[in-house]
């Protein structure tokens, strides 16, 4: 990755901070970039960033795949009206060449998020079948349509000022909207795009944002549940949206000590307590330092993490940090919570 690219994806990640919840548009971004870095075996984002994106997203592990790749998958239960939707493309269309022009939303039947986990600096932008299986584990939006149009139609027009002042990188993301005659329209909605709405002007990161509220909603309403037999690794993608340790239980887990580790999975009565304590999650305390900055989650090297799976197939990474809890950095704004265990107490190191 060069270091303008960086830059770029550093100040994307700390505006998106700043400034609203976490979108599924954020962790396509972060999960690109995690992807570019494995395949070009280069450095970590800096300290600052590191802290930007444990909470308002999670981390993308740059880690080595695990040899030991032993998961115990939920059972599915309820509606799979939501995998049930069409796949996303294998490949995504270039920027130059994607449609931005939103079809008519009235016809609009299901909603499926394609991240961009192609995104890559070496022109092979083609998904891998692990890549595959990663997206089909993803719901689509089934329910609740009419709220969904709702929120693009009252969303604020494009702001050309405020993205003139960005600098960071594009990615293809997409969503796929499939209308009742049977067609599918995909839609790019990178941030600082702009998308034509029923002939109004919208940031593309108005939809992402749409569609997570939207699948958050769902998940509230419709009893559905995903099994998977995915690998856990440490380089699993890891996804927030829409996550809430409130409704989602925790059926696996895998532990990361360093950077270069092989994953571990975590079992029995261990695995138990770390559900126990995703249920019973907290507020974070924090410790500030003289500069006010919380020495609890802004920390100055990459720390451990565990990596959680949900019953409906997130992949969620929780980061370890030194005042004795695991953050869980949330898709929406003020639901970071810590998770009152250590992986001393769960006896893995």
Not at 66 to 73: I, L, N, S
Not at 85 to 105: G, K, S, T
Not at 218 to 223: G, H, I, P, V, Y
Request: hydrophobic letters at 40%.
């Amino acid at each position: 990755m060069t270091d303008r690219l960086t830059h770029q994806i550093t100040n994307e990640l700390q505006r998106k901070l700043d400034t609203r919840p976490v979108s599924a548009g954020d962790v396509q971004e972060v999960i690109a970039a995690g992807r570019a870095r494995r395949r070009r075996h280069t450095a970590l984002l800096g300290a600052g960033t590191l802290a930007v994106v444990v909470i308002a997203l999670g981390i993308v592990s740059t880690l080595r795949p695990d040899a030991d790749r032993a998961v115990e998958p939920a059972r599915t239960s309820g509606s799979t009206a939501p995998y049930d939707v069409p796949p996303c493309p294998d490949r995504l269309p270039e920027l130059d060449d994607a449609n931005y022009r939103v079809p008519n939303l009235d016809r609009v039947k299901t909603v499926r998020f394609c991240a961009d986990l192609a995104w890559s600096l070496t022109g092979d932008t083609t998904i891998t079948a692990e890549d595959r299986a990663w997206l089909a584990d993803r719901d689509a939006l089934v329910q609740d349509i009419d709220g969904f149009v709702a929120a693009l139609r009252s969303a604020p027009s494009y702001d050309s000022d405020r993205c003139a002042a960005l600098d960071f990188a594009s990615t293809r993301a997409s969503l796929a909207f499939d209308l009742d005659d049977g067609t599918r329209v995909l839609v790019a909605v990178p941030a600082c795009t702009r998308l034509t709405v029923e002939d109004r002007a919208v940031d593309g990161q108005q939809f992402a944002e749409a569609f997570d509220n939207a699948v958050n909603r769902q998940r509230d309403s419709l009893d559905y549940t995903r099994a998977t037999d995915r690998p856990l690794d440490c380089d699993t993608p890891s996804v927030l949206a829409p996550v809430r340790p409130q409704r989602e239980v925790v059926v696996a887990a895998a532990w990361c000590p360093t950077e270069d580790a092989t994953a571990i999975p975590i079992r029995d009565q261990a695995l138990a307590d770390l559900a126990a304590a995703w249920r019973n999650n907290q507020p974070i305390t924090q410790q500030p330092d003289s500069t006010g900055m919380d020495t609890c989650t802004n920390l100055e090297t990459r720390p451990a993490d565990i990596i959680v799976r949900t019953d409906r197939a997130d992949d969620v990474r929780l980061m370890v940090s030194p005042c004795g809890f695991l953050v869980f950095g949330s898709w929406g704004a003020d639901e970071s919570v810590s998770i009152p265990v250590t992986p001393e107490s769960l006896g893995l190191s």
